[in-house]
């Protein structure tokens, strides 16, 4: 699994991670069932303190993203709660993408064709 992280960005690094492992559910590039790093392992992988992974993986669970298992390790989960709808953080975040697009001036139609790239892509394509 590649985690990216952005140095000198305003997200902190175990919502990076978080994010990054949303979108590779989302895209497919994380399969329902696949076995992720154990934090330890992935701590090393991308130079972090096992402490922030964690925190992530924390946040994944408690989401409902993964789940785990003393014996199996962690694991994107297999199916997903249909709720149809986001958390008041993701509205919250989307408002924001939004009013920045709009301030920089961009038309609807163009943050319309972006949101087409990005959800028709991988499990989320309608």
């Known amino acids: 699994m590649i ?15 978080r994010n990054q492992i949303v979108m590779g ?27 922030t992974v964690n925190k992530a993986y924390q946040l994944l669970k ?26 008041t953080e993701s509205e919250q975040e989307l408002a924001r993408l939004i009013s ?5 001036g961009m038309t609807r139609d163009d943050f319309i064709g972006i949101v087409d790239k990005y959800f028709g892509k991988g499990r989320g394509k309608v």
């Open 3 to 17: 985690i990216t992280l952005q140095d000198g960005s305003e997200v902190p690094v175990f919502k990076q991670i």
């Open 25 to 51: 559910i989302s895209d497919g590039r994380l399969a329902p069932g696949e076995k992720l790093p154990t934090v330890r392992a992935l701590a090393e992988e991308i130079g972090i303190n096992s402490m």
């Open 62 to 87: 408690q989401e409902g993203y993964i789940i785990t298992d003393r014996r199996n390790g962690v694991r994107v989960k297999e199916n997903f709660e249909q709720t149809k709808g986001l958390t």
């Open 100 to 104: 920045e697009a709009k301030v920089k």
